[in-house]
């Protein structure tokens, strides 16, 4: 039982001749709350993926519960991804689906239960994010914040040891966040999970998160707990934590001389 | 969302709809009930010109369908044409020494195979060959012997 | 110059990769453990979707060339003075060719591009990788009784259409124009050969199936997962799906008459 729960060492990724990911080292300690921040396109998304081996790094390797999981066969890789759940960007519901069946999915696949043992485990999940009462909706009927707890409660259905969160409160309304914060922070206390969040909403992450990695330009440019990144004086670190609008990342797009271009 | 049952229903009416529609092109636009194998047998016949004959021309008696050609190969010693046919089960009485005539329908139509039955007590068997036959009608052989025969004339 | 040589060569590589790829799909597809048990009622949901509701436009357009069919061939024929053979020359038109390829056609604009779009919506909206994250394989769950529902319906429909065809024609020339009903049938029957013509035509229809299903999840399993992906996507379905008929349509008849 090692103590950390994922630990990424020496990872490099490329997509279109171009590295997105270069020699990135991460520790996810067990029953932590870790947040992966850092601008749009800086791979954080990508770095989920490698953790479920959804992708594959060209070099390094990926531990979860100290397995490697790119060396694993199809049928172990799929009981390795059952004590892993995620919550995707657009919450990835089916949309043929009710919400409670959407729910009962995993249940139905892996397992069976009677009937009976799995409406009353999804309704109990359903209880767990606030929904049960919207359980016959469509998800074309929900708003997109109870899309976020309708999946989080089917990802949270097989009892993963381990939660992802991509882009968790992304366009999210304030009401909505602040469930969505509470629910990440309690169900990771009570389920003893150990969540990984990835994000670039800086104060609702800093809000939970136990420690954080930045990453930038597909390096890790800073890490350490939320008041370490606050006080962090790296200038890149500095300017995404505090919303700088200039700094390392500039604001003007490359271009010509501005008088030359206006032709004065 | 449509309930279940009704969609279970809608998939098994259409494969019915569609296994009675393959019948049906079977049966009636195809005619197949008509020379299955189990109900024909078969007879060779030779020729010395088959003309336009094709396989599945009709074999008739006295204009009437009772079978089909199945095959047309050349015999390698008498370099004549041998025509496979399956004749009906129910002419199982023709004579053994019954003829073969190629006629073409109508004007300008397909060739086929008109049997002339003959007298004899003996009835045509499954796998016999009928010898005396009548080749097909060409064309080009009936224009010049009018030519000649009207030349001929002439004279 | 040399820039467009090489782009066509680019472009030559690129479509045997996608070639290799598609092909490589849909052994994965297919060679998926079999749990026919668990398979079968998600097929028949999608023989519903993909079959029963493409069941209209085909019985319906083979009414219409029936129909037309019907009248210009007798318009043609009148003119040599046998409207008789009317019954034949639609019966081996429909069942032969206009069957398969238009029934082909109109599965690939309907079905195909809707089987597309499905799929790579479900693609961009994530549910095929959350459906990878719960550990079942969409390949099975979602592509597979897709794929088998399609190779099952496209024949059926074929069948459909080309009844409706005949029965279109039967209207149209019997009723309508006044050929006489004992010559149509009797002169189709005569002509229209069960094994090498209607078995022949059905396995034209499995063929398409199987090709224009393919594409299809094909493209919508791989389209890129933004709106304008999947709409081209959907095009590529039609499009490809169409031609590949027509050409497998060319090369089937060929060996076809060839008699195998």
């Known amino acids: ?264 | 969302m449509l309930n279940k049952r009704i969609v279970e229903l809608l998939v098994g009416l259409f494969m019915l709809i569609g296994i009675v529609a393959v019948f049906v092109l079977a049966f009636k636009v195809s005619g197949l009930s008509m020379y299955s194998s189990n109900g024909s047998f078969h007879v060779a016949a030779v020729f010395d010109n088959i003309g336009d004959l094709k396989v599945r021309a009709p074999v008739t008696i006295a204009g009437v369908r009772i079978g089909e050609v199945d095959s047309i190969a050349i015999d390698n010693s008498t370099f004549k044409a041998k025509v496979g046919m399956h004749i009906d089960k129910k002419q199982d009485k023709l004579p053994a020494d019954t003829t073969a005539k190629i006629l073409t329908a109508g004007l300008i139509g397909a060739n086929y195979i008109e049997l002339i039955p003959g007298y004899d007590e003996s009835n045509l068997k499954d796998g016999a060959l009928i010898i005396d036959t009548q080749p097909a009608i060409v064309l080009e052989n009936l224009v010049g012997q009018l030519i000649y025969k009207l030349s001929g004339d002439k004279k | ?260």
């Open chain 3, 1 to 260: 110059m040399i820039g467009w040589i090489e782009k066509l060569g680019h472009a030559g590589l690129l479509f045997c990769e996608h070639v290799g790829v598609s092909g490589l799909f849909l052994l994965r597809t297919i060679l998926r453990k079999p749990r026919v048990i668990r398979l079968f009622p998600l097929v028949v949901e999608q023989v519903y979707s993909v079959g029963v509701l493409s069941f209209v436009i085909v019985a319906l357009s083979g009414l219409f060339i029936g129909m037309v069919l019907a009248l210009q061939g007798y318009n043609i024929l009148e003119r040599f003075g046998s409207v008789e053979q009317l019954g034949q020359l639609v019966a081996l038109s429909v069942v032969r060719e206009l069957g398969p390829v238009i029934g082909g056609l109109l599965f690939a604009g309907r079905a195909g591009s809707s089987l597309t779009a499905e799929i790579g919506l479900m693609q961009a909206t994530e549910q095929l990788a959350s459906m990878e994250m719960m550990a079942v394989d969409p390949l099975w769950r979602i592509i597979a009784p897709r794929f088998w529902a399609g190779v099952i319906s496209m024949p059926v429909l074929i069948a459909i259409f080309c009844v409706v065809a005949v029965f279109g024609s039967y209207l149209v020339g019997v009723e309508w124009l006044g050929v006489d009903a004992g010559q149509f049938w009797s002169n189709m029957q005569a002509s229209v050969n069960f094994r090498i013509d209607i078995v022949n035509g059905i396995i034209k229809g499995f063929v398409f199936g199987i090709v224009i299903t393919w594409i299809a999840v094909y493209q919508g399993y791989y389209a890129t997962p933004t709106a304008a992906g999947i709409g081209r996507a959907t095009t590529k379905t039609v499009v490809y799906g169409s031609l590949v008929v027509l050409g497998l349509d060319f090369i089937l008849t060929s060996f076809m008459l060839g008699g195998w």
């Open chain 1, 1 to 264: 039982m090692t103590d950390n729960f994922v630990e990424i060492i020496g990872l490099h990724f490329a997509r279109n001749d171009h590295w997105v990911l270069n020699d990135v080292n991460l520790r996810i300690p067990r029953g932590k709350i870790v947040a992966i921040m850092g601008p749009s396109g800086s791979g954080k998304t990508t770095l989920l993926r490698l953790i479920s081996a959804q992708l594959r790094p060209e070099i390094g390797k990926v531990l979860v519960n100290g397995v490697d999981v790119n060396s694993l066969a199809r049928s172990d890789l799929y009981k390795m991804r059952s004590l892993m759940g995620m919550l995707f960007q657009s919450s990835g519901l089916f949309t043929g689906l009710s919400v409670f069946e959407n729910v009962a999915f995993p249940l139905r696949e892996h397992t069976k239960l009677s009937e009976d043992i799995i409406r009353n485990v999804v309704l109990m999940q359903l209880e767990a994010v606030g929904l049960r009462g919207a359980r016959d909706l469509m998800p074309s009927e929900l708003s997109g914040g109870m899309a976020h707890r309708v999946a989080l409660a089917r990802a949270l259905v097989l009892n993963p040891q381990l939660m992802m969160y991509d882009e968790p409160f992304t366009g999210q309304d304030p009401i909505t966040m602040g469930v969505l914060v509470k629910l990440i922070k309690h169900l990771n206390e009570v389920l003893e999970l150990t969540s990984i969040i990835v994000s670039h909403d800086v104060a609702e992450t800093m809000s939970i998160a136990d420690y954080i990695y930045v990453i930038a330009d597909s390096r890790i440019i800073g890490e350490g707990t939320p008041e370490q990144i606050a006080n962090d004086k790296s200038p890149l670190v500095n300017q995404f934590i505090h919303g700088l609008a200039d700094g390392p990342v500039p604001f003007h797009y490359p271009a010509n001389k501005y008088r030359e271009d206006l032709k004065l």
